[in-house]
C-alpha cells in the first residue's frame, strides 16, 4: 500500500509540475508590461526598471522560471546573508522555517509564495484565501444537492425501467448536461430572482391537467404508489403544457382560441430571491449578515450537470446490480422491496458515483466562473474574472494553481480510498 501511495503521490506532483509550467508560460508571452500596468503609461523610466527589477522582469525566461519554481514550491532554497538577492530569505514574502543552513544558504519549508497583485499589491495567497471559502461553499452545496436529488431520481429510474418515470428522468437528464452553465445561470437568474421574484401570474392549463392526472392516479380499486401518482402528475402536465402551446400558436397563425380556458391564469407567490447577491449582504442599519438565501439560484444552477450525470450513473449502475444473484436470493427470502433496494442494491451501485462526484467537485471550482460573474457571487471564480479584466496575472495564475492543487489532492484521495477497498486496484 506504501509504494501504491507513493506512486500516486508522484503523479500528482508530475501534474502539478506540468500546470506549473503550462501556466507560467502562457502568462509569460503576454505582450504587455507589468510595471507599466502598476505604475501607469505615463510614469518614468527609471521607476519602470525599478519594478521590473523587483519582479524579476529583466532576468532571462529560465532564470524567471526558475524563480517562479522556488517561489510555489512549499520546499525552497533561499539566501540569508543577502538582502540584495533574487532568492532572499525575506520574511515580509515568504512564511517559513529553517530546515537546513549551510552558510548563507537555507533550505526551508514554507508557504507557496505566488506573488503580489499587479493593481491592490497584496498578496496573492491574502487575496485566494478571502475568495475561496465562497466558492468552496457554493461547490460543496451544488453537489450535496447533485447527490440527493441525482442518487433519489436514478434509483426510481431504475426501479421503473421502460416506464415514463424513467423516460422522463434520462430525457431531463439529457437536457441537464446539455445546456452550457453560463446559459442556465442567465435563465435561472433571470426567472427566480426577476420573473417570479415577487407574486406572478401564470397559465393555470398545465396545473389543471396535473391534478387531474393526480387525482386519476387515485380513482379505481389499485392502490398507486408515490411514483405511479408522480408519473399521472407529470403526464397531465405535459398534455397542458402541449394544449397551451397549440394555443398559442393558433392565435399567432389564425389570431383565434380553441381550447377553452387557454387564457386563464394563477397566481403563485413570488420567491423573495434576488437576481445577484453573496454569502454575506451588507444591510444599512444592521451592517454584514449572512445570507443564506443567496445560494439557492446558484446551487441549482452550478447543480444542475452533475446532477443529470448522478441521475445516469445511478440508473445504469442500479439496473446492472438489480440482475445480479444476490439481489434475487434477497427477494426470494421474502425481504421487503425498500430493504433490497436500499440495503442491497444501492450500496454497492454508488461506485461509479463516488467517482464521478470526486472529478466534479475539482471541475466546479474551476466552472464557478460563469455563475459567479452572473450572480455576482463573491468567490474565486469572480475574482479571476475581475483579475482577467484588469490584466492582474499573478491573480489568476494562483488561482489556476490552487484549482489545479485542489483537483489533484481529491483525485489522489480517492486513488488511495478505492485501493484500500479493493486490492486489485494497486497491481494496476
Known amino acids: 500500500m506504501g509504494g501504491y501511495i507513493i506512486r500516486k503521490l508522484g503523479y500528482g506532483l508530475l501534474v502539478l509540475w506540468g500546470v506549473i509550467t503550462l501556466v507560467f508560460a502562457i502568462f509569460s508571452i503576454n505582450p504587455g508590461d ?3 500596468m502598476l505604475l501607469g503609461q505615463r510614469t518614468d523610466e527609471a521607476a519602470v526598471e525599478a519594478v521590473r527589477k523587483e519582479l524579476g522582469l529583466d532576468l532571462p525566461f529560465w532564470k524567471q522560471y526558475l524563480l517562479y519554481l522556488n517561489d510555489v514550491s512549499p520546499v525552497s532554497v533561499h539566501k540569508t546573508g543577502s538582502p540584495d538577492s533574487r532568492i532572499f530569505a525575506d520574511r515580509e514574502k515568504y512564511t517559513y522555517r ?3 543552513p549551510l552558510g548563507d544558504v537555507v533550505v526551508v519549508a514554507k508557504q507557496p509564495y505566488l506573488r503580489r497583485s499587479y493593481q491592490s499589491r497584496k498578496q496573492v495567497t491574502e487575496i485566494i484565501g478571502e475568495a475561496f471559502p465562497g466558492t468552496a461553499i457554493l461547490a460543496v452545496c451544488a453537489i450535496v444537492f447533485a447527490l440527493v436529488f441525482g442518487i433519489t431520481g436514478g434509483v426510481i429510474a431504475a426501479v421503473h425501467k421502460d416506464r415514463f418515470i424513467d423516460r422522463f428522468s434520462v430525457l431531463s437528464s439529457v437536457l441537464g448536461m446539455s445546456a452550457p452553465s453560463f446559459f442556465s445561470a442567465i435563465i435561472i437568474s433571470w426567472l427566480g430572482g426577476y420573473v417570479w421574484a415577487e407574486q406572478t401570474a401564470l397559465p393555470a392549463l398545465p396545473a389543471v391537467f396535473a391534478l387531474a392526472g393526480l387525482l386519476l392516479s387515485f380513482a379505481g380499486k389499485k392502490r398507486r404508489g408515490f411514483v405511479r401518482s408522480l408519473s399521472f402528475a407529470l403526464k397531465g402536465l405535459l398534455v397542458g403544457l402541449a394544449l397551451l402551446a397549440t394555443d398559442w400558436t393558433l392565435r399567432a397563425l389564425l389570431g383565434v382560441s380553441l381550447v377553452p380556458g387557454a387564457g386563464t391564469k394563477i397566481l403563485l407567490p413570488g420567491t423573495g430571491l434576488s437576481m445577484t447577491g453573496s454569502l454575506y449582504d451588507v444591510d444599512i442599519i444592521e451592517g454584514e449578515y449572512l445570507a443564506l438565501h443567496n445560494l439557492i439560484l446558484p446551487v441549482i444552477t452550478l447543480g444542475i450537470r452533475p446532477l443529470a450525470v448522478v441521475v445516469q450513473l445511478t440508473r445504469n449502475a442500479m439496473l446492472d446490480v438489480l440482475s445480479q444473484d444476490y439481489i434475487r436470493t434477497a427477494r426470494a427470502k421474502g425481504l421487503s422491496e425498500f430493504r433490497v433496494i436500499t440495503g442491497h442494491a444501492l450500496r454497492n451501485a454508488l461506485n461509479p458515483v463516488v467517482t464521478a462526484i470526486s472529478g466534479w467537485f475539482a471541475s466546479m471550482l474551476a466552472g464557478a466562473v460563469f455563475i459567479e460573474f452572473i450572480f455576482n457571487w ?10 482577467l479584466e484588469n490584466d492582474d ?6 488561482a489556476v494553481l490552487v484549482i489545479a492543487v485542489t483537483f489533484v489532492m481529491i483525485n489522489i484521495l480517492t486513488d488511495i480510498i478505492y485501493g484500500q477497498l479493493d486490492p486489485r486496484i494497486r497491481l494496476s
Open 393 to 398: 496575472y499573478p491573480v489568476v495564475m494562483g
Open 98 to 100: 529553517s530546515l537546513i
Open 378 to 387: 463573491k468567490g474565486l471564480g469572480l475574482q479571476v474574472f475581475t483579475s
Open 34 to 36: 507589468p510595471a507599466r
